[in-house]
């Protein structure tokens, strides 16, 4: 499929492009080039997590807008945000005018009678009838300056929580295998949907990030080794994304989550990158950190006869 803009001061071609078909290298390039670039919208990435997904492609991968699908009930295709993908949206080298934005949105196929998808912060619109847009909150902490200066934002409560968990003598651990941090994923998170989807996808995302050199993970134990807390990080775009972050309830009364957070700050601090806590507005967590709210959009869309045909 070819869509064409013009106007006064541009000429635009879109081409949907089934997954298989698209020139990974040229589209990951677009990715990692774009200024509201991240981990998500990387092939790699997108296969692990997405069972069908096609793609929108500007010119010669100037542009580039995933729709991760799923055949919906009882009939048709509806673009859906899958487990462990924060949002995704039309990721450009070129200025994210409106108007490029509008153009991607009408490429979208219409056999997609149901959308429901998050889009990053740059893909903002005004008010569009056919779609219902929220606007959803994440939180990034800039590490660039020294640990101390960071500290200082910290709420009071946090810092109580910090000395009484280091009165524990709680320790640190690194280098955690992906089946350690999905199994203590699957027993102590909160997530009650889609638990056993997330628990096999996140170890193919995180065996890919460690292939890639760009994954980490670790944990916080007691001194007798009972783990209380695990995390895995992804560093793309100068930013560490916290894919999972989870401790147990002894974890919790123990401050394990908070210290194992003030640890990876203090040994990032100074350093080109921000903390994406990937969470939203309703973690009091990053606040207590002195971590900002940044946006992204969810867009719902149903042409379905009563919603369902």
């Known amino acids: 499929m070819h869509i064409y803009l013009q106007s006064c001061t541009y000429f635009m071609e879109i081409i949907r492009l089934r997954s298989n078909d698209i020139e990974k290298a040229r589209w990951d390039g677009c ?10 919208g990387y092939t790699w990435f997108l296969n692990q997590v997405a069972n069908e997904w096609e793609g929108l492609v500007e010119g010669n991968y100037e542009s580039v807008f995933p729709l991760v ?14 487990p462990l993908m924060r949002e995704l949206g039309i990721y450009s080298v070129n200025v ?10 009408t490429a979208i196929p219409e056999e997609y009678r149901k959308i429901d998808i998050m889009v990053n912060h740059t893909n903002k619109m005004n008010d569009r009838g056919e779609y219902k847009i929220v606007e959803k909150s994440n939180y990034f902490l800039h590490l660039n300056d020294t640990y101390e200066k960071i500290r200082e934002s910290y709420s009071e409560e946090l810092v109580e929580s910090l000395r009484e968990a280091e009165d524990r003598n709680l320790l640190s651990v690194s280098g955690l295998k992906p089946e350690v ?14 638990v056993d989807y997330s628990f096999h996808a996140m170890q193919r995302i995180m065996y890919n990030a460690l292939h890639r050199g760009i994954g980490f993970g ?9 783990m209380l807390a695990v995390h ?4 793309s775009h100068h930013r560490a994304l916290r894919l999972i972050a989870v401790e147990s309830q002894e974890g919790y009364v123990s401050g394990a989550l908070s210290f194992m957070t003030d640890m990876f700050i203090r ?20 606040q207590m ?21």
């Not at 990715?31 to 998500?40: C, D, I, M, R, T």
């Not at 670790?218 to 009972?226: R, Y």
């Open 31 to 40: 990715v990692h080039y774009a200024p509201n670039g991240n981990v998500f």
């Open 69 to 82: 699908y799923r055949q919906g009930w009882p009939m048709g295709k509806e673009l859906y945000q899958p």
């Open 96 to 105: 994210m005018s409106e108007k490029r934005i509008e153009t991607f949105l």
């Open 181 to 194: 941090i999905a199994d203590f994923y699957r027993k102590y998170t909160r997530e009650t949907k889609n």
């Open 218 to 226: 670790g944990g916080i134990m007691k001194q007798d080794k009972t």
């Open 232 to 235: 895995f990080t992804i560093y």
């Open 267 to 286: 040994s990032h601090a100074e350093r080109n990158l921000s903390l994406d806590f990937n969470t939203d507005k309703s973690s009091q967590g990053p």
């Open 289 to 309: 950190f002195g971590a900002h709210p940044t946006y992204y959009y969810q867009l719902r869309k149903n042409t379905r006869v009563l919603g369902i045909l």
